[in-house]
């Protein structure tokens, strides 16, 4: 069965700048650069078709967001807490996700590159078409997520949770990790190299004889 890559934001070709967090706020065709929207906290924001570049938004707490056809790029978006959030065509090129809480989540067709989020949250989250490349996730929270066509590739992987998340067809054998939670009942099929099946076996308890 062909694996479905995730699809590329659809942005206009002209912008404008006016953005602000707020309640029921909804935005289109934004391009803001190097702005701070730090420690604020807004409900239902809506933005579509959009680009943020050396955006900040630490520990901004936005509830039930909906993002669709937006790039955030070299974006600090550090303990961010958008749990329950709806993200369709959404790239993450290149941003600070440390701590960020995607939890509950819906993700289609999005694309994480070259990020730093290492103590992210992905926890029950729906992901469909969804590409992690060259990222640090360390200490990453997966727990209870459901996925289809999940791609990852050459990421960081140590200490990440995976327990109670079918593990059938996923591919792990380009990323690194010394140590992965994994449920013992969900890893058929699960494809991985040859130092990667030595850990993961170490981990279940397994002890293996030359």
């Not at 604020?40 to 570049?53: C, D, E, F, V, Y």
């Not at 509830?63 to 993450?92: A, P």
Request: hydrophobic residues 35%.
């Amino acid at each position: 069965m062909k694996k479905n890559r995730p699809a590329q934001p659809i942005l206009p070709g002209h912008f404008t700048n006016d953005f602000y967090l707020d309640d029921e706020a909804t935005f289109e065709g934004i391009e803001i650069n190097e702005m701070d929207y730090s420690y604020l906290t807004a409900r239902n924001l809506m933005i579509r078709g959009s680009r943020m570049k050396k955006v900040t938004m630490q520990r901004t707490r936005l509830e039930r967001v909906e993002c669709s056809n937006v790039v955030f790029e070299k974006c600090d978006l550090s303990n961010l807490d958008w749990i329950g959030g709806s993200f369709h065509q959404v790239v993450f090129d290149q941003c600070k996700l440390t701590g960020t809480n995607f939890a509950e989540s819906y993700l289609r067709d999005c694309r994480f590159t070259n990020c730093i989020g290492n103590f992210a949250s992905f926890s029950a989250t729906n992901l469909k078409n969804v590409q992690f490349d060259h990222c640090q996730l360390n200490d990453s929270e997966f727990f209870e997520a459901t996925w289809k066509h999940l791609f990852l590739e050459h990421n960081e992987l140590t200490n990440s949770n995976w327990m109670n998340t079918k593990m059938s067809g996923l591919d792990l054998s380009s990323n690194k990790f010394e140590r992965i939670m994994l449920s013992q009942d969900r890893i058929k099929d699960l494809k991985v190299n040859q130092e990667q099946a030595l850990i993961i076996a170490a981990g279940l308890g397994i002890k293996i004889v030359d």
